[in-house]
């Protein structure tokens, strides 16, 4: 059973970056390019944000960004902004069809 | 645009069944994977199982195997998840989602459901 670690919780004024890691192992993270990253908002259904570690989908703003290395991934916010308040989930594949979520971490916007 | 619509959640005793549908629109639903995702009242989100487009594959999160069995029928674009022997543990939000490439692109505004006597 895979569990990818998240810090509960990140901070920043608006403008600001904020990063967020996922740490998992090299049978998750380190061995596959499916990092995806999922915003939420109170009450809300999530919306992917990054998928395949770094790719955008339509319509999200290029304020987000995706990285990995080894067996951490990464989501960074930059230019903070209001709306951005929302906890975010991190999910990696690893191996036989078997995903996982972190355990969400809640951004603040100070 | 792309549509998910969940039902058939509600509350049911432990040891119950519930079966829940998704339904689709808005994309080519025959195409697709299609997966179901959980959320437990105030914690996170856990995969619970997938589906190939043509039905022909099908897999499960282990605390789920041999309980729960997910379907779907093309015809009618609607996804399904039989839930049998439910726990209180199997209470939460289950959200249907398409999926792409071990990613969810599209999800539904989820269904509750409650396992409680």
């Known amino acids: 059973q895979s569990a990818l670690t998240q810090p509960p919780s990140a901070s920043g004024s608006p403008g600001q970056s904020v990063t967020i890691s996922c740490t998992g192992t090299s049978s998750d993270i380190g061995g596959y390019d499916y990092v995806s990253w999922y915003q939420q908002h109170p009450g809300k259904a999530p919306k992917l944000m990054i998928f395949e570690v770094s790719k955008r989908p339509s319509g999200v703003p290029d304020r987000f960004s995706g990285s990995k290395s080894g067996n951490t991934a990464s989501l960074t916010v930059s230019g903070l902004q209001d709306e951005d308040e929302a906890d975010y989930y991190c999910?990696?594949?690893?191996?036989?069809?078997?995903?996982?979520f972190g355990p969400g971490t809640k951004v603040t916007v100070l | 645009e792309v549509q998910l619509v969940e039902s058939g959640g509600g509350l049911v005793q432990p040891g119950g069944s519930l079966r829940l549908s998704c339904a689709a629109s808005?994309?080519?639903?025959?195409?697709?994977?299609m997966s179901w995702v959980r959320q437990a009242p105030g914690k996170g989100l856990e995969w619970v199982a997938n589906?190939?487009?043509?039905?022909?594959?099908?897999y499960y999160v282990d605390s789920v195997k041999g309980r729960f069995t997910i379907s779907r029928d093309n015809a009618k674009n609607s996804l399904y998840l039989q839930m049998n022997s439910l726990r209180a543990e199997d209470t939460a939000v289950y959200y249907c989602a398409t999926e792409r490439s071990h990613h969810w692109n599209y999800w539904g505004q989820g269904t509750l459901v409650t396992v409680s006597s």
């Open positions: 999910s990696s594949f690893a191996g036989r069809n078997k995903k996982f």
């Open positions: 808005g994309f080519t639903f025959s195409s697709d994977w």
């Open positions: 589906i190939k487009p043509d039905g022909s594959e099908k």
